[in-house]
């Protein structure tokens, strides 16, 4: 009998999954259920992109297109991160792949060779350990808990930099923690990348539009523009104009970066079709207002998660401050039990959860930090109050 490569035993199946699937489960079987589980925008892109799906299928080539991206993408993504603060970028730092997940794992075939270390926080993003582990690299994470505000520091960074990692993975604002790092911060942190020559730094900051309270997006470049030269910034139009499923993701950096990836993307992919450039190139250089008003819902909707996480006994909540996560830490429940049952930690907290209330929140565990879970709350604002209420009589029924 064959067997599978190594390589498929590294990688495991998303926890995230795991309890969407058990939420759907339960509410098929008629259970009341409020999922905070998965990170997806909870809104459709504008009209005018669908208007322009539509004009780019009426006249569809059918054909392959470019491995770095079409021009008209090119160019609005270069408009797009212009405004956002890159100068100076041409369509030669530019290159796209499918999704900013595939993105992200072609970087990772790009820049990492078998057994060479990569870095990262955690809280992490679920994928960026099994990336790692499928392309053989080995891992670095550096712990930053709640009572860092989930935030990295640059001692932190120095001492994981001076082990001389090929690669630094950042995520701001962040998945799953919602917090996002002030210029000063990121000028700090730029401060450390520059004693450390030796280190690509990829930035995955897809949800750079989700920014609250005025703290405005920043970028390692922007402090040390000679930070150019390594630093690879990963964008996407899933979670900005509510397109995950469109699957256009897209990166700015140095040039042999972006021609390394459209290199793989000739081996890989090939090209993105014609009618999803369209409609990304319309998303990214048409009217942004649906981005705004929702970045703008979001903040609110942290306010009321926030206030409510911030108000049960025992449970600490750094304040999020984009995206539209909150990872408060749970651990006082540990050891405790709800109607007998007991629990240890936050996989059994959350099926608990699941069980008694019909919650569905991901564990801390599938991000790096069993003391905590995710709450993703772009559900409607009817189910947030009743969701939230649920999680405090949880905690109240706790002995
Ligand atoms: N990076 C982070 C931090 C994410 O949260 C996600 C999706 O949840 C991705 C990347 C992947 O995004 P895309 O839909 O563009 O593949």
């Known amino acids: 009998m064959p067997q599978l490569a190594q390589r498929v035993g590294r990688a495991k199946p998303s926890a995230i999954m795991v309890i969407a699937e058990k939420a759907r489960q339960l509410k098929a079987a008629g259970r009341d259920i409020i999922s905070f589980s998965i990170g997806v925008p909870n809104f459709l892109p504008g009209e005018h992109v669908y208007a322009a799906a539509r004009e780019a299928l009426s006249h569809d080539s059918g054909q392959y297109g470019s491995n770095r991206g079409a021009d008209?993408?090119?160019?609005?993504?270069?408009?797009?991160?212009?405004?956002?603060?890159?100068?100076?970028?041409?369509?030669?730092?530019?290159?796209?792949?499918?999704?900013?997940?595939?993105?992200?794992?072609?970087?990772?075939?790009?820049?990492?060779?078998?057994?060479?270390?990569?870095?990262?926080?955690?809280?992490y993003w679920t994928s960026y350990r099994d990336i790692a582990d499928i392309v053989g690299a080995k891992i670095n994470v550096m712990h930053c808990g709640a009572e860092q505000n989930y935030k990295l520091t640059p001692a932190q960074l120095d001492a994981a930099l001076a082990r001389k990692p090929k690669v630094f993975l950042f995520n701001n604002p962040s998945n799953p923690t919602g917090m996002v790092y002030t210029g000063e911060e990121i000028a700090a942190l730029a401060e450390v990348l520059v004693k450390h020559p030796d280190t690509w730094v990829i930035t995955d900051d897809i949800y750079n539009s989700m920014v609250f309270?005025?703290?405005?997006?920043?970028?390692?470049?922007?402090?040390?523009?000679?930070?150019?030269?390594r630093v690879i910034f990963v964008d996407s139009v899933s979670k900005t104009y509510g397109m995950p499923g469109w699957r256009v993701g897209l990166i700015a950096g140095p040039e042999s970066v972006a021609k390394a990836i459209t290199t793989l993307n000739s081996n890989h992919i090939t090209s993105l079709p014609e009618v999803i450039t369209a409609a990304a190139v319309a998303a990214l250089s048409g009217p942004q207002d649906i981005p705004k008003a929702k970045c703008a819902e979001f903040a609110g909707k942290r306010d009321t998660v926030f206030a409510a996480l911030s108000a049960i006994p025992g449970v600490v909540?750094?304040?999020?401050?984009?995206?539209?996560?909150?990872?408060?830490?749970?651990?006082?429940?540990?050891?405790?039990?709800?109607?007998?049952i007991k629990i240890g930690n936050d996989v059994e907290f959350c099926a608990a959860l699941l069980e008694a209330k019909g919650v569905a929140c991901v564990p801390g565990s599938a991000f790096g930090e069993p003391r905590a879970l995710r709450i993703s709350y772009t559900c409607p604002t009817a189910q947030l109050e009743p969701g939230l209420a649920r999680i405090a009589e949880f905690f109240a029924e706790l002995s």
């Open 72 to 123: 008209a993408l090119l160019d609005a993504f270069l408009k797009h991160i212009e405004a956002l603060g890159f100068d100076g970028y041409t369509r030669m730092n530019l290159s796209i792949g499918i999704g900013a997940k595939q993105v992200l794992y072609n970087l990772a075939e790009a820049l990492l060779d078998e057994g060479d270390e990569i870095c990262f926080a955690a809280p």
């Open 213 to 229: 309270d005025g703290l405005g997006y920043h970028n390692f470049v922007f402090a040390k523009p000679e930070l150019r030269e």
């Open 317 to 340: 909540c750094p304040r999020p401050q984009g995206a539209f996560y909150a990872f408060p830490d749970i651990s006082v429940a540990f050891g405790k039990s709800h109607n007998g």
